[in-house]
């Protein structure tokens, strides 16, 4: 193409031709071929397509377009500035049409959005509660976007615009009126670090006060107080970790650890009927917003969530000890009446030890052969029901505030297990395929190489410490790793041990120069983290 420039013309039918070209009066045409074809040859090493005349009249139709799209958005974002106060749905199109338009966000098009805003006010509240519902088909991606591109708008406007009253300035407040419809899209917490149990009580209050259940079905946004930042997923999932591992702390008392089973169980003893609401509810905004807890429930409570009839097997996911007494007392063919059992448990209360009778008169019913299957009913469910039904009851209250859908009656109690607390999926070639790299790696680079077959040769326990260490779950998401969004980030100090922003899957790698020095600072890390620090 740049040969035939050069020697005869282009032939494009273009307003301003390339210098490369000797259609264009300052070009001089090459006579000589061999001349030509060297000069053709360095200019397509040099410019590549950019001075060749299809091209460029390729970008002037481009740039034609786009004016033409331009002029067509200012047009109607005056008409929507000037339109009067109506009640007609029909209003809002032009609205819509505009929102679609990414060059409505150009901020050399900003008078664009100044008129759309103006347009806002004018808008009475059911028409604006009509747009919102119709901002509810935009995705999640457009959503974050428009957020961003108001905000920007309000902040251009304040530091460009003179002698501007924010109080009184139009296109902020139909800016701002914009926002407020985005935030409507949205659950929003907004806590304070320091008392994120108490704050996290105070806003499900509020929604229970408004009688507005149907708001805790919303993607959930959280604004930790004093903190800049908007929530793009990071802040909502650090909000579930700290609740939860404070919910869970045994100076907490809300639930009793069993160190064998490695699961929790709720603490008969406690009076916190608030937070066992809270922690229902945790659970339920988690299954919602696809948040993996680090909860470790023993699988009879997604039984009883469920409303799966408990039975005496599910006494062994608690009381593994009792369970095996109690299988004893159902299977061997002694006389169980010389074992002095009643139909009575006695159980330790603030440090009072109380007796609590099965049946009526229990205390002097003797367990005989006969009655020992009505003994175990009944010490079946007082393990799993009564002795727990306060807390319990609190809990179960939270967690239907969130998940009343009859969908959940679809599910098997593993596979809601599985979709609020993850899976034993790892495996990590499916990782190792979505994993983004940043700050300079690939993943051809040395040291990515190296961590890769490190991480692969691990044990599962090692792969599930690292898990934990780089997303503070060692859980995996149902459907599997490939559903995480992980990424590395290149750190220059080889000296370092690698360390992670849980918050957003992101593992900080330092540069190490041989695979025995990785493996070393890297085990070194996953053996010695404990919650969200180094032991």
Sequence with gaps: RYFTQLTRGCNETIDKHSIYCCHNPQCTKILDPNVAAVKSIEYANKHKDQYLCMYMMILQQRDDIIKTLSDSAISLSKTVKNNPQTNSMEILKPYVFLLQNPLVYDLDNSKILEYFCVGLTNLDTPLMNTLGLWLLTFSKEQLIQLLTNFEQFISVRLVTAENIKLVSDIPIIGACAFLELLCKEYLVFQVRREHIINDALNNTRQIQRNK????????????????????????????????????????????????????????????????????????????????????????????????????????ESIEPEIYQSLITLRDTTDDVSEWMTYFSVTSDSFGETKTIELKPGGDEILVTNSNRQ???????KY??????????DEFYKGFKLVCDSPLLQLLRSEELEDLICGVEDLDFKELEKITMYDGGYTHTDQTIVYFWETVHAFSNDMKRKFLSFSTGCDRVPYGGLSKIQFSIHKQIDSDRLPSAHTCFNALILPCYPTKEKLEERLSKALNNSEGFGLK
Aim: proline share 2%; hydrophobic share 45%.
């Design 212 to 315: 507005t259940s149907e708001e805790m079905k919303k993607e959930l946004k959280i604004q930790f107080k004093g903190e800049d930042g908007i929530d793009q997923g990071g802040v909502q999932k650090e909000f579930f970790q700290i609740v939860v591992r404070k919910i869970f702390d045994t100076e907490f008392g809300m639930f009793i650890y069993n160190d064998k089973l490695r699961t929790w169980w709720f603490n008969p003893n406690s009076l916190d009927k608030l937070e066992f609401e809270l922690i229902g509810i945790i659970l339920g905004l988690a299954l919602y917003n696809n948040i993996i807890l680090d909860v470790h429930f023993p699988l009879v409570v997604y039984k009883k969530l469920l409303g799966i009839p408990v039975s005496l097997e599910d006494v």
């Design 374 to 380: 009505e003994y175990l009913k009944l010490y079946t």
């Design 383 to 392: 393990l799993l029901d009564s002795s727990i039904s306060k807390q319990w």
